[in-house]
Protein backbone atom coordinates (compact mmCIF):
# COMPACT_ATOMS: atom_id res chain seq x y z
CA UNK A 1 0.00 0.00 0.00
CA UNK A 2 1.54 3.71 -1.03
CA UNK A 3 2.14 5.24 1.98
CA UNK A 4 0.25 8.68 2.34
CA UNK A 5 2.17 11.84 1.07
CA UNK A 6 3.82 14.42 3.72
CA UNK A 7 1.21 16.84 2.98
CA UNK A 8 -1.78 14.28 3.50
CA UNK A 9 -0.17 13.61 6.99
CA UNK A 10 0.32 17.48 7.85
CA UNK A 11 -3.64 17.58 6.98
CA UNK A 12 -4.13 14.71 9.12
CA UNK A 13 -2.14 16.49 12.20
CA UNK A 14 -3.99 19.87 11.42
CA UNK A 15 -7.48 18.02 11.58
CA UNK A 16 -6.91 16.25 14.64
CA UNK A 17 -5.36 19.35 16.36
CA UNK A 18 -8.43 21.36 15.33
CA UNK A 19 -10.96 18.30 16.28
CA UNK A 20 -9.10 18.26 19.96
CA UNK A 21 -8.42 22.22 20.48
CA UNK A 22 -11.87 23.23 19.06
CA UNK A 23 -10.99 25.01 16.68
CA UNK A 24 -13.61 27.07 14.11
CA UNK A 25 -14.68 24.60 11.31
CA UNK A 26 -13.89 27.60 9.03
CA UNK A 27 -10.73 28.24 9.88
CA UNK A 28 -9.84 24.57 9.48
CA UNK A 29 -11.70 24.78 6.01
CA UNK A 30 -9.43 27.53 5.09
CA UNK A 31 -6.54 25.72 6.09
CA UNK A 32 -6.73 22.47 4.33
CA UNK A 33 -5.42 24.19 1.04
CA UNK A 34 -2.89 26.59 0.56
CA UNK A 35 -3.97 30.17 -0.33
CA UNK A 36 -2.22 30.25 -3.39
CA UNK A 37 0.07 28.44 -5.70
CA UNK A 38 2.05 29.78 -7.91
CA UNK A 39 3.85 26.92 -10.00
CA UNK A 40 6.29 27.79 -13.26
CA UNK A 41 9.06 25.92 -15.32
CA UNK A 42 12.62 27.14 -15.73
CA UNK A 43 14.18 27.05 -19.22
CA UNK A 44 17.84 26.57 -19.07
CA UNK A 45 20.66 26.52 -21.30
CA UNK A 46 22.96 24.56 -19.95
CA UNK A 47 26.85 25.43 -20.03
CA UNK A 48 27.28 21.62 -21.84
CA UNK A 49 25.10 22.74 -25.12
CA UNK A 50 22.17 21.03 -23.74
CA UNK A 51 18.70 21.95 -22.48
CA UNK A 52 16.15 21.59 -19.71
CA UNK A 53 13.06 23.06 -18.45
CA UNK A 54 13.07 22.57 -14.29
CA UNK A 55 9.65 22.68 -12.89
CA UNK A 56 9.38 24.90 -9.92
CA UNK A 57 6.55 26.36 -7.13
CA UNK A 58 6.09 28.92 -4.42
CA UNK A 59 3.50 28.00 -2.03
CA UNK A 60 1.80 30.94 0.15
CA UNK A 61 -0.30 28.86 2.65
CA UNK A 62 -1.63 31.27 4.84
CA UNK A 63 -1.03 35.06 5.89
CA UNK A 64 -3.24 35.62 8.45
CA UNK A 65 -0.25 36.73 10.78
CA UNK A 66 2.14 38.68 8.35
CA UNK A 67 3.83 38.63 5.25
CA UNK A 68 4.67 35.06 4.11
CA UNK A 69 8.38 34.01 4.40
CA UNK A 70 10.75 31.08 4.04
CA UNK A 71 12.27 28.25 2.65
CA UNK A 72 13.55 27.57 -0.90
CA UNK A 73 13.98 23.54 -1.32
CA UNK A 74 16.03 22.37 -4.50
CA UNK A 75 16.11 18.51 -4.90
CA UNK A 76 15.73 15.55 -7.63
CA UNK A 77 12.45 14.25 -6.50
CA UNK A 78 10.89 17.61 -5.22
CA UNK A 79 7.09 17.27 -5.34
CA UNK A 80 3.88 20.09 -5.28
CA UNK A 81 2.84 17.85 -2.27
CA UNK A 82 6.41 18.44 -0.20
CA UNK A 83 6.27 22.36 -0.72
CA UNK A 84 2.68 22.55 0.31
CA UNK A 85 2.96 20.60 3.68
CA UNK A 86 6.28 22.73 4.19
CA UNK A 87 4.30 25.72 3.77
CA UNK A 88 1.93 24.47 6.74
CA UNK A 89 4.73 23.87 9.06
CA UNK A 90 5.66 27.41 8.47
CA UNK A 91 2.26 28.68 9.38
CA UNK A 92 2.83 26.35 12.48
CA UNK A 93 6.00 27.38 13.49
CA UNK A 94 5.83 30.64 12.86
CA UNK A 95 2.43 31.58 14.68
CA UNK A 96 4.29 28.74 18.10
CA UNK A 97 7.31 30.97 18.16
CA UNK A 98 4.98 34.37 17.79
CA UNK A 99 6.50 35.65 14.73
CA UNK A 100 4.65 37.79 12.93
CA UNK A 101 4.58 35.97 9.53
CA UNK A 102 2.59 33.76 7.71
CA UNK A 103 3.63 30.47 6.06
CA UNK A 104 5.24 29.83 2.60
CA UNK A 105 7.79 27.14 0.63
CA UNK A 106 8.98 27.38 -2.61
CA UNK A 107 11.79 24.84 -4.56
CA UNK A 108 13.07 24.01 -7.92
CA UNK A 109 12.79 19.96 -8.80
CA UNK A 110 16.28 19.57 -9.61
CA UNK A 111 19.65 17.63 -8.97
CA UNK A 112 22.33 20.45 -8.12
CA UNK A 113 25.34 18.21 -7.52
CA UNK A 114 24.50 17.37 -11.63
CA UNK A 115 25.05 21.16 -12.58
CA UNK A 116 27.78 23.02 -13.10
CA UNK A 117 28.54 26.25 -11.00
CA UNK A 118 27.49 28.19 -14.07
CA UNK A 119 24.33 26.40 -14.39
CA UNK A 120 23.42 26.43 -10.43
CA UNK A 121 23.69 30.11 -10.78
CA UNK A 122 21.74 30.78 -13.29
CA UNK A 123 18.92 27.98 -12.25
CA UNK A 124 18.85 30.05 -9.22
CA UNK A 125 18.64 33.55 -10.88
CA UNK A 126 15.77 32.36 -13.05
CA UNK A 127 13.68 30.97 -10.05
CA UNK A 128 14.04 34.74 -8.79
CA UNK A 129 12.86 35.74 -12.10
CA UNK A 130 9.89 33.86 -12.72
CA UNK A 131 8.96 34.14 -9.01
CA UNK A 132 8.42 37.92 -9.43
CA UNK A 133 8.53 38.80 -5.44
CA UNK A 134 6.96 41.30 -3.81
CA UNK A 135 10.12 42.58 -1.15
CA UNK A 136 9.76 42.03 2.53
CA UNK A 137 6.28 43.21 3.19
CA UNK A 138 4.72 40.54 1.08
CA UNK A 139 7.01 37.24 0.88
CA UNK A 140 10.29 36.35 2.02
CA UNK A 141 11.97 33.34 0.31
CA UNK A 142 15.09 31.93 2.55
CA UNK A 143 16.80 28.81 2.10
CA UNK A 144 16.27 25.16 2.31
CA UNK A 145 17.92 21.72 1.21
CA UNK A 146 19.87 22.33 -1.66
CA UNK A 147 19.86 25.91 -1.28
CA UNK A 148 22.26 28.30 1.49
CA UNK A 149 24.49 31.45 1.82
CA UNK A 150 25.53 31.42 -1.81
CA UNK A 151 22.06 31.18 -3.51
CA UNK A 152 20.58 33.13 -1.24
CA UNK A 153 23.44 35.64 -2.12
CA UNK A 154 22.57 35.79 -5.97
CA UNK A 155 18.53 35.54 -5.69
CA UNK A 156 19.35 38.59 -3.10
CA UNK A 157 21.50 39.84 -6.05
CA UNK A 158 18.77 39.02 -8.65
CA UNK A 159 15.91 40.86 -6.72
CA UNK A 160 18.03 43.94 -6.34
CA UNK A 161 18.51 44.42 -10.18
CA UNK A 162 15.49 43.40 -11.17
CA UNK A 163 14.10 46.03 -8.76
CA UNK A 164 16.66 48.54 -8.57
CA UNK A 165 17.27 48.99 -4.74
CA UNK A 166 19.02 47.84 -2.43
CA UNK A 167 16.62 45.65 -0.11
CA UNK A 168 18.41 43.22 2.09
CA UNK A 169 15.45 42.46 4.17
CA UNK A 170 13.66 40.55 1.15
CA UNK A 171 15.80 37.30 1.22
CA UNK A 172 16.81 35.41 4.05
CA UNK A 173 19.18 33.25 5.12
CA UNK A 174 22.13 35.74 3.84
CA UNK A 175 26.13 35.54 4.63
CA UNK A 176 26.36 38.01 7.12
CA UNK A 177 28.69 40.39 4.67
CA UNK A 178 24.89 40.69 2.77
CA UNK A 179 22.78 41.64 5.56
CA UNK A 180 22.11 38.11 7.18
CA UNK A 181 22.31 37.68 10.73
CA UNK A 182 25.29 36.39 13.29
CA UNK A 183 24.08 32.97 13.92
CA UNK A 184 22.14 32.14 11.21
CA UNK A 185 23.39 28.95 9.84
CA UNK A 186 23.93 27.00 13.55
CA UNK A 187 20.21 28.20 14.63
CA UNK A 188 18.01 25.13 13.28
CA UNK A 189 21.34 22.95 14.98
CA UNK A 190 20.98 25.20 17.90
CA UNK A 191 17.40 25.42 18.15
CA UNK A 192 16.81 21.65 18.00
CA UNK A 193 19.57 20.96 20.80
CA UNK A 194 17.84 23.83 23.16
CA UNK A 195 14.38 22.10 22.94
CA UNK A 196 16.42 18.46 23.28
CA UNK A 197 17.63 19.82 26.51
CA UNK A 198 14.82 20.78 27.84
CA UNK A 199 12.48 18.29 27.11
CA UNK A 200 15.46 15.82 27.83
CA UNK A 201 15.36 17.57 31.80
CA UNK A 202 11.52 17.68 31.93
CA UNK A 203 11.92 13.29 31.50
CA UNK A 204 14.69 13.25 33.77
CA UNK A 205 17.45 12.52 31.54
CA UNK A 206 20.55 15.14 31.78
CA UNK A 207 23.07 15.74 29.04
CA UNK A 208 25.71 14.30 30.66
CA UNK A 209 26.76 10.88 29.53
CA UNK A 210 22.99 10.60 27.40
CA UNK A 211 23.16 8.46 24.67
CA UNK A 212 21.74 9.85 20.82
CA UNK A 213 21.45 8.76 17.43
CA UNK A 214 21.16 11.25 14.52
CA UNK A 215 19.78 10.68 11.37
CA UNK A 216 21.21 13.18 9.18
CA UNK A 217 24.76 15.00 9.15
CA UNK A 218 23.77 18.19 6.90
CA UNK A 219 23.92 21.26 8.71
CA UNK A 220 20.96 20.93 11.14
CA UNK A 221 22.13 17.36 12.41
CA UNK A 222 26.12 18.21 12.36
CA UNK A 223 25.50 20.96 14.67
CA UNK A 224 23.29 19.28 16.98
CA UNK A 225 25.65 16.56 17.44
CA UNK A 226 28.33 18.98 17.94
CA UNK A 227 26.34 20.79 20.66
CA UNK A 228 25.77 17.36 22.09
CA UNK A 229 29.34 16.31 22.34
CA UNK A 230 30.64 19.39 24.09
CA UNK A 231 27.56 19.57 26.47
CA UNK A 232 28.94 16.14 27.53
CA UNK A 233 26.19 13.49 25.96
CA UNK A 234 27.45 10.58 23.64
CA UNK A 235 26.53 10.74 20.21
CA UNK A 236 27.20 6.47 19.35
CA UNK A 237 25.38 6.96 15.96
CA UNK A 238 24.88 9.40 12.66
CA UNK A 239 24.32 8.59 9.12
CA UNK A 240 24.18 10.97 5.35
CA UNK A 241 23.09 9.72 2.49
CA UNK A 242 26.49 7.89 1.83
CA UNK A 243 25.43 5.51 5.07
CA UNK A 244 26.28 5.50 8.59
CA UNK A 245 28.97 5.41 11.34
CA UNK A 246 28.25 3.78 14.87
CA UNK A 247 30.48 4.03 18.16
CA UNK A 248 29.56 2.60 21.52
CA UNK A 249 32.00 4.71 23.35
CA UNK A 250 30.59 8.25 21.49
CA UNK A 251 31.78 9.27 18.30
CA UNK A 252 34.81 12.27 18.24
CA UNK A 253 32.38 15.08 16.58
CA UNK A 254 34.67 17.50 15.69
CA UNK A 255 37.10 14.92 13.66
CA UNK A 256 33.85 13.63 12.20
CA UNK A 257 32.56 17.12 11.02
CA UNK A 258 36.18 17.74 9.43
CA UNK A 259 36.23 14.31 7.82
CA UNK A 260 32.59 15.28 5.95
CA UNK A 261 34.26 18.60 5.08
CA UNK A 262 37.01 17.18 3.56
CA UNK A 263 35.94 14.18 1.80
CA UNK A 264 31.63 14.42 1.54
CA UNK A 265 31.11 12.02 4.10
CA UNK A 266 31.40 10.37 7.09
CA UNK A 267 31.98 6.66 5.67
CA UNK A 268 34.95 4.45 6.72
CA UNK A 269 36.02 7.16 9.91
CA UNK A 270 38.55 5.61 11.69
CA UNK A 271 37.35 3.10 14.73
CA UNK A 272 33.50 3.13 13.98
CA UNK A 273 31.58 0.44 12.54
CA UNK A 274 29.18 1.16 9.78
CA UNK A 275 25.45 0.68 10.64
CA UNK A 276 22.42 1.58 8.09
CA UNK A 277 19.55 3.58 8.46
CA UNK A 278 17.01 1.24 9.79
CA UNK A 279 19.50 -0.02 12.25
CA UNK A 280 20.07 3.46 13.44
CA UNK A 281 16.79 4.10 13.84
CA UNK A 282 16.04 1.08 15.94
CA UNK A 283 19.40 1.95 18.30
CA UNK A 284 19.21 1.56 22.18
CA UNK A 285 20.09 5.11 23.29
CA UNK A 286 17.93 7.68 24.88
CA UNK A 287 17.42 9.87 22.37
CA UNK A 288 16.93 9.56 18.89
CA UNK A 289 17.08 12.43 16.30
CA UNK A 290 15.78 11.96 12.92
CA UNK A 291 17.33 15.04 11.21
CA UNK A 292 17.21 14.37 7.24
CA UNK A 293 13.80 13.59 5.46
CA UNK A 294 10.29 13.51 5.89
CA UNK A 295 8.41 9.96 6.67
CA UNK A 296 11.25 8.03 8.09
CA UNK A 297 9.32 6.51 10.58
CA UNK A 298 6.38 4.81 9.58
CA UNK A 299 4.00 2.33 10.49
CA UNK A 300 6.98 -0.16 9.30
CA UNK A 301 9.65 0.72 11.67
CA UNK A 302 7.99 2.59 14.36
CA UNK A 303 7.87 -0.73 16.60
CA UNK A 304 11.35 -0.75 16.05
CA UNK A 305 12.31 2.31 17.90
CA UNK A 306 14.15 1.88 21.13
CA UNK A 307 14.55 5.46 22.23
CA UNK A 308 13.46 7.01 25.10
CA UNK A 309 12.72 10.03 23.29
CA UNK A 310 12.38 11.33 19.75
CA UNK A 311 13.46 14.72 18.58
CA UNK A 312 12.28 15.82 15.29
CA UNK A 313 14.95 17.66 13.30
CA UNK A 314 14.13 17.10 10.49
CA UNK A 315 10.13 18.39 9.06
CA UNK A 316 7.75 15.15 8.79
CA UNK A 317 10.28 12.34 9.76
CA UNK A 318 7.04 10.28 11.92
CA UNK A 319 4.19 9.99 10.00
CA UNK A 320 0.53 9.57 11.46
CA UNK A 321 1.00 6.24 11.81
CA UNK A 322 4.18 6.25 13.26
CA UNK A 323 3.43 8.19 15.58
CA UNK A 324 0.41 6.62 16.70
CA UNK A 325 2.41 3.51 17.54
CA UNK A 326 5.22 5.39 18.70
CA UNK A 327 2.43 6.71 21.29
CA UNK A 328 1.13 3.35 22.27
CA UNK A 329 4.75 2.73 23.48
CA UNK A 330 4.66 5.48 25.48
CA UNK A 331 7.96 6.97 23.43
CA UNK A 332 7.16 11.07 23.39
CA UNK A 333 7.84 12.75 20.54
CA UNK A 334 8.70 16.54 20.18
CA UNK A 335 7.24 17.83 17.04
CA UNK A 336 9.16 19.65 14.05
CA UNK A 337 7.40 22.60 14.74
CA UNK A 338 8.41 23.29 17.58
CA UNK A 339 12.09 21.66 17.72
CA UNK A 340 13.28 23.14 13.88
CA UNK A 341 11.63 26.29 14.66
CA UNK A 342 15.45 27.80 15.18
CA UNK A 343 15.97 28.51 11.64
CA UNK A 344 12.58 30.46 11.19
CA UNK A 345 13.20 32.24 14.64
CA UNK A 346 16.54 33.77 13.43
CA UNK A 347 15.03 34.50 9.74
CA UNK A 348 12.58 36.80 11.61
CA UNK A 349 15.86 38.38 13.32
CA UNK A 350 17.46 38.61 10.43
CA UNK A 351 14.54 40.67 8.54
CA UNK A 352 14.09 42.81 11.37
CA UNK A 353 17.70 43.74 11.27
CA UNK A 354 17.18 44.47 7.64
CA UNK A 355 14.23 46.26 7.99
CA UNK A 356 16.17 48.53 10.72
CA UNK A 357 19.30 48.81 9.13
CA UNK A 358 21.00 47.50 12.30
CA UNK A 359 23.23 44.08 13.08
CA UNK A 360 22.78 42.20 16.23
CA UNK A 361 25.79 40.24 17.87
CA UNK A 362 25.57 37.02 18.70
CA UNK A 363 25.34 36.83 22.11
CA UNK A 364 21.83 38.66 21.41
CA UNK A 365 21.11 36.53 18.85
CA UNK A 366 21.04 33.35 21.03
CA UNK A 367 19.30 34.79 23.87
CA UNK A 368 16.60 35.85 21.83
CA UNK A 369 16.48 32.29 20.29
CA UNK A 370 16.87 30.51 23.25
CA UNK A 371 14.16 32.51 24.87
CA UNK A 372 11.19 31.87 21.59
CA UNK A 373 12.08 28.40 21.45
CA UNK A 374 11.92 27.41 24.97
CA UNK A 375 8.62 29.36 25.29
CA UNK A 376 7.00 27.75 22.67
CA UNK A 377 8.15 24.40 23.78
CA UNK A 378 6.73 25.00 27.40
CA UNK A 379 3.65 26.49 25.92
CA UNK A 380 3.15 22.87 23.84
CA UNK A 381 3.54 21.48 26.79
CA UNK A 382 1.17 23.33 28.79
CA UNK A 383 -1.55 22.73 25.79
CA UNK A 384 -0.80 19.17 25.51
CA UNK A 385 -1.56 18.82 29.32
CA UNK A 386 -4.16 20.51 29.77
CA UNK A 387 -6.32 19.00 26.41
CA UNK A 388 -7.42 15.54 27.12
CA UNK A 389 -6.14 12.89 24.46
CA UNK A 390 -3.92 15.37 23.16
CA UNK A 391 -0.06 14.90 22.55
CA UNK A 392 3.02 17.18 22.59
CA UNK A 393 2.45 17.68 18.72
CA UNK A 394 -1.25 18.14 18.94
CA UNK A 395 -0.36 20.56 22.14
CA UNK A 396 2.13 22.27 19.32
CA UNK A 397 -0.57 22.78 16.43
CA UNK A 398 -3.71 23.62 19.10
CA UNK A 399 -1.50 26.69 20.31
CA UNK A 400 -0.42 27.46 16.74
CA UNK A 401 -4.03 27.26 15.69
CA UNK A 402 -5.91 29.53 18.31
CA UNK A 403 -3.29 32.45 17.36
CA UNK A 404 -4.26 32.01 13.16
CA UNK A 405 -8.12 31.24 14.35
CA UNK A 406 -8.23 34.64 15.93
CA UNK A 407 -6.02 36.71 13.43
CA UNK A 408 -8.58 35.14 10.57
CA UNK A 409 -11.86 36.50 12.65
CA UNK A 410 -10.09 39.44 13.11
CA UNK A 411 -9.77 40.26 9.63
CA UNK A 412 -13.42 39.15 8.62
CA UNK A 413 -12.24 36.05 6.58
CA UNK A 414 -14.51 33.34 9.01
Not at 86 to 110: E, N, R, S, V
Request: charged content about 25%; some cysteine; overall charge negative.
Amino acid sequence: MQPPSVFAVAQATLNEAGRLGGIDERALEVLQEPKRINSFRLPLKLEDGSFRVFPAHRVHYNDALGPFRDGTRIRPDLTLDEVKALGIFMTIKHACADIPAGGAKGGIQADMAALSPRDREALVRAYIRHLQPKGPWVDVPGADIGTGEQEMSWMLDEYEQITGEHCPAALNDKPFALGGSLGGEAATGRGVFLVLRAAAGERGMGLEGLTAAVQGFGQVGSELAQQLHDAGARVVAVSDVHGGVFRGEGLDIPALRQQARTHGTIGNFPGTEPIDNDSLLAAEVDVLVPAAVHDVIHEGNAGTVRAKLVVEAANGPVTTAGDALLAERGIPVVPDVIANSGGATVCHFERSQGLSDESWDLERVNRSLERRILAAHAAARDTAAETPGASLRHGAWIHALRKVERAMQLRGWI
